[in-house]
């Protein structure tokens, strides 16, 4: 490829997507690449989140760089610890470590004379031709509706404001919430409390998984062949078992889709034995209608002598615990709030001004989107990783960044080869691409009939609707006659 303009890069966020953007435009020969990154460590979601328990429910060895193969992982599914620990050393080894400059927390975003400014929280100012979005979606920690909150005694904390000194072993602890997270943290806490309550709103279905860990023979291994972790990344079994998943989400009257909920369903039939209890396990909605919580032994933790499983409504939160409509009170020591988080929000409080002070803020007043996750009309050379309505799913965000990555460096290339200097979807893409989206999106297991995270606030799926291979395809083939290409005159620097 003939480079005949040198571009400016601003990538915003230092977790797994914006460490990917700072390879790849390394690797392709850009040399003024800035990664700005609100905290003082990199890593993301796995610097945010460090509660006891958390693994990622995707093999390790598919949660993993294409291009950065680990043959030490410990487990099938690996811990947080493992996997920050993963994203430094990629991070290091690639020598993008130089270029990201940690506390600037980007407040402001604005695109004129052809080129972008942002403004950190510490009021400096970064100028750039190109910025690429990769601040996250799981960020904006959602505290629960529950008045009384402050008034408790103990120890309230949000699973992704984990405090390491608070002690847990012999406490009295309660667990509000039945996603990822409060299961996760039921598994590690249920022989630790002496006490443990798990607040359940909405039961969940459970995926059965089996992990494990690997030998130090099996380490061994992989070090010398490669092709050995390549078996388990490419793994027919496992991708089958993600095609088959995303076909089940599009198609909720799929074989597929019937199959996952059978599996669950006797995953709850055959390993909870108490009649009562399994009743209240039960969720009257269609599995992975919220995210599928894959677990290797959440039914057997719940079932520990510590564990009750309350699923009467909470009242408030008191001095001494949680007060249930029915006058029980739950006294607890610690009180972890795996409530969630603002899943719409994006790089927002943020603001963000395209051409002709175009608001983000206006544009995704209803709803966030991005035609094809990626690029958005009047933003130009503004491109996201992960942004709203790319897929999601029980699979790896790491491949869904790596694929977007292929279209963003097509758009790139259009930049960087001078065929223009400002290149975004045009309105009437994104208009098309968004009313077909939103048409396969109610047609999804998302909008079958619960509430999750999924959902916008008109209860539409926020995320890619089409099957997984639609995804890849379209990743590696954009349209360009959806995109606006102009040529600006450029303010000299
Ligand atoms: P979540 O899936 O949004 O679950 C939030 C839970 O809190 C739900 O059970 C919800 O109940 C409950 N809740 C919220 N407000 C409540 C209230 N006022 N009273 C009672 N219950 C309340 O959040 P999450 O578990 O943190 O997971 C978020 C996402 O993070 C996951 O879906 C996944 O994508 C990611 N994650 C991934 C992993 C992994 O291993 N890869 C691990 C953890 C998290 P309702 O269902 O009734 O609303």
């Known amino acids: 490829m003939i480079r005949r303009r040198k571009l400016r890069f601003l990538v915003v966020g230092a977790g797994m997507s914006g460490i990917l953007a ?74 993008v470590l130089p270029l990201i400059r940690f506390n600037r927390e980007v407040t402001d975003l604005s695109f004129g004379q052809g080129r972008w400014t942002a403004t950190t929280r510490t009021g400096e100012r970064f100028t750039a031709d190109v910025v690429i979005l990769a601040s996250g979606v799981l960020h904006h920690p959602r505290t629960p509706d529950i008045g009384g909150l402050d008034s408790f005694a103990g120890k309230a904390m949000h699973s992704a404001r984990w405090e390491d000194d608070v002690v847990l072993d012999g406490r009295r602890i309660g667990v509000i919430g039945c996603g990822s997270t409060g299961v996760q943290l039921i598994c590690a806490l249920a022989d630790r409390a002496s006490r443990l309550v798990h607040f359940q709103r909405s039961p969940q279905w459970i995926m059965p998984v089996v992990d494990f860990a690997y030998t130090d023979e099996e380490r061994a291994a992989f070090r010398r062949d490669p092709a050995l972790i390549d078996a388990i990344r490419y793994d027919p079994e496992y991708e089958g078992n993600v095609q088959r998943f995303t076909m089940g989400i599009v198609d909720p009257d799929s074989e597929a889709m019937h199959a996952i909920e059978e599996l669950c369903r006797q995953n709850l039939e055959q390993n909870v034995a108490d009649p009562v209890l399994r009743e209240k396990l039960r969720p009257d909605y269609r599995a992975a209608c919220k995210r599928l919580v894959y677990s290797p032994d959440y039914y057997a933790r719940v079932q520990r002598p510590a564990v009750h499983v309350e699923t009467g409504a909470i009242e408030r939160i008191v001095p ?150 639609a995804f890849a395809d379209a990743m590696v083939n954009p349209v360009m006659k959806d995109f606006e290409r102009r040529a600006t005159a450029r303010a000299a620097d």
């Open 320 to 469: 001494q615990g949680v007060r249930m409509r029915d006058g029980t009170i739950h006294e607890l020591d610690v009180l972890a709030l795996a409530t969630g988080f603002h899943a719409d929000r994006f790089i927002r409080p943020a603001t963000v001004h395209g051409r002709n002070g175009v608001a983000l803020d206006d544009l995704w007043a209803k709803r966030a989107t991005a035609y094809f996750a990626i690029t958005l009309p009047d933003f130009p050379n503004l491109f996201l990783l992960n942004g709203p309505t790319s897929p999601v799913g029980n699979f790896s965000l790491i491949d869904v960044a790596e694929r977007q990555w292929q279209f963003v460096e097509r758009l790139i290339g259009e930049l960087a080869n001078g065929n223009c200097d400002e290149i975004c979807a045009s309105a009437e893409a994104m208009a098309a691409y968004e009313a077909r989206r939103l048409e396969a999106a109610r047609g999804t297991i998302f909008a079958s009939g619960c509430s999750s995270w999924y959902l916008d606030r008109e209860g539409v799926p926020m995320t890619w609707p089409w099957s997984y291979q």
């Open 22 to 95: 700072a390879i790849r435009l390394r690797e392709a020969g850009h040399e003024d690449v800035v990664v700005l990154e609100k905290a003082d460590r990199l890593g993301g979601t796995w610097r945010e989140n460090r509660y006891p328990g958390l693994t990622c429910d995707v093999p390790a060895h598919a949660y993993t760089y294409s291009f950065a193969p680990n043959a030490e992982w410990s487990r099938y599914f690996a811990g947080a610890d493992e996997i920050r620990a993963y994203f430094e050393k990629v991070a290091h080894d690639r020598d």
